[in-house]
């Protein structure tokens, strides 16, 4: 059974740096074709796509916000972390994790409940 | 990037209606497109992938068909607990990309 988790602070001031992790279970990231991504979803708005992380490191960033982005991996502790820089109150959010992988599997098919983050001085 | 625009933006139907959700990309997709389905505080729930592909376990009057721009999402006779936001998202290439999605109410 596929789980996904992410945890970090629920309120972060304006300019701060945000770091979330995604802690899952029933998969390994060291498999091959795994990936977790996170998605982002503004209070009445419409789902965003920020990044992925893949088996073999490869990384992928939204252009839009590549700049201030940056995700990582720990294999032996079945987590994925993922920085944003210089936080705005427009990046108020739930913030997702979710597991996808390669080749015909490439969707979002399990995720976790979403943390909301608030951004406000 | 690949946009996606879904239409309508919310429509409302009684119990038993036929629902179309029609989603478009602004570049062709083959038929790398899912649909998922979100409550309100929720995550989103994966429903269909590859276009028409019914995930395990999500119900036959959900149904998907299009492909390279043009796609559409069916529910054949909405129940009450269909009642929700339908997204589309293209996973042709990166990065990733959602529609604005469509909100199904009740009449």
């Known amino acids: 059974q596929i789980t996904l988790k992410e945890s970090g602070p629920t309120l972060v001031k304006p300019a701060q740096t945000l770091t979330l992790t995604c802690t899952f279970s029933?998969?390994?990231?060291?498999?091959?074709?795994?990936?977790v991504g996170w998605i982002r979803q503004p209070p009445g708005k419409a789902l965003e796509w920020l990044a992925l992380?893949?088996?073999?490191?490869?990384?992928r960033y939204s252009p839009s916000l590549k700049s201030r982005l940056t995700i990582t991996k720990d294999t032996s502790k079945n987590q994925v972390v993922i920085t944003m820089t210089n936080m705005d109150p427009v990046d108020t959010a739930t913030y997702f994790c979710?597991?996808?992988?390669?080749?015909?599997?490439?969707?979002?098919?399990?995720w976790g409940q979403g943390t909301l983050v608030t951004v406000s001085s | 990037d690949i946009q996606m625009t879904q239409s309508p933006s919310s429509v409302s139907a009684s119990v038993g209606d036929r629902v179309t959700i029609t989603c478009r990309a602004s570049?062709?997709?083959?038929?790398?497109l899912a649909w998922y389905q979100q409550k309100p505080g929720k995550a989103p729930k994966f429903l269909i992938h590859?276009?028409?592909t019914l995930q395990s376990g999500v119900p036959s009057r959900f149904s998907g068909s299009g492909s390279g721009t043009d796609f559409t999402l069916t529910i054949s006779s909405l129940q009450p607990e269909d009642f929700a936001t339908y997204y589309c998202?293209?996973?042709?290439?990166?990065?990733?990309?959602f529609g604005q999605g469509t909100k199904v109410e009740i009449k």
């Open positions: 998202q293209q996973a042709d290439s990166f990065p990733r990309t």
């Open positions: 979710a597991h996808t992988q390669t080749g015909i599997k490439r969707y979002f098919d399990y």
């Open positions: 570049l062709g997709i083959g038929t790398w």
């Open positions: 992380i893949f088996w073999d490191d490869d990384q």
């Open positions: 590859t276009a028409s």
């Open positions: 029933g998969f390994s990231l060291s498999t091959s074709g795994v990936g």
